[in-house]
């Protein structure tokens, strides 16, 4: 059973994604929770400190998502299995998602810095992953993994706009993991 804390965690984040941070007041969270706004601040000191707590256990679930791929798993697999567990987050928190990538901009220092080092983080542990992929033979050799990686992770990431909640993702991300492998051109047999 949630507590009243993560409640209201959720509740803005809900709001945040639906109206925009600066498009939500303390008063909005209150009647969302059907409570009085003074009663928020026993939960809150403030929407930034709720802001703060999306953003930052949404980096966490991203991080434990690609925490769970396998280590031993050839390294196609483990990027296969990197884009499924990303999407997975992506659709089992719509809204934390959603506001974990495009609200985060509101976060103030030293929030904010933080926040982009998480996310350096996220993309550089995605980079090993192709370039340990490309080292081992798997991918071409001269593959810019940073491209690469704003490449896939800014696909995945868009998927909050359109995904439905709680959507089984495993076969989509598949798909993207196929297209992303084989190309847009594929095994064509004609030049174009």
């Known amino acids: ?3 009243r804390r993560e409640e209201l965690v959720s509740v803005a ?42 953003t930052r256990e949404g980096a966490a679930s991203f991080h434990a998502a690609l925490d769970a ?7 196609l697999e483990r990027i296969r299995l990197a884009l499924r567990a990303h999407l997975g987050v992506v659709a089992a928190q719509v809204s934390a998602a959603t506001v974990f990538t495009r609200e985060w901009r509101f976060l103030d220092e030293p929030e904010r810095s933080a926040f982009r080092a998480e996310r350096r983080r996220y993309e550089e542990r995605w980079s090993e992953l192709l370039r340990e992929a490309a080292e081992r033979g798997a991918l071409r050799s001269d593959l810019d993994a940073g ?46």
Do not use: C
Not at 69 to 75: F, Q, R, T
Not at 157 to 165: G, L
């Open 1 to 3: 059973m949630a507590t």
């Open 13 to 54: 984040s809900r709001l945040f994604a639906e109206r925009g941070y600066h498009g939500t007041s303390m008063a909005d969270l209150a009647e969302a929770m059907g409570v009085q706004k003074g009663s928020l601040y026993s939960l809150t000191q403030s929407k930034q400190e709720l802001l703060v707590a999306i």
């Open 69 to 75: 791929v396998p280590d031993d798993a050839g390294p």
């Open 147 to 192: 491209a690469a990686v704003l490449l896939v992770l800014s696909a995945a990431n868009w998927a909050y706009t359109w995904i439905v909640p709680g959507a089984e993702t495993d076969e989509l991300a598949d798909r993207f993991f196929s297209i992303l492998l084989d190309g847009v051109r594929g095994y064509a047999t004609r030049p174009a």
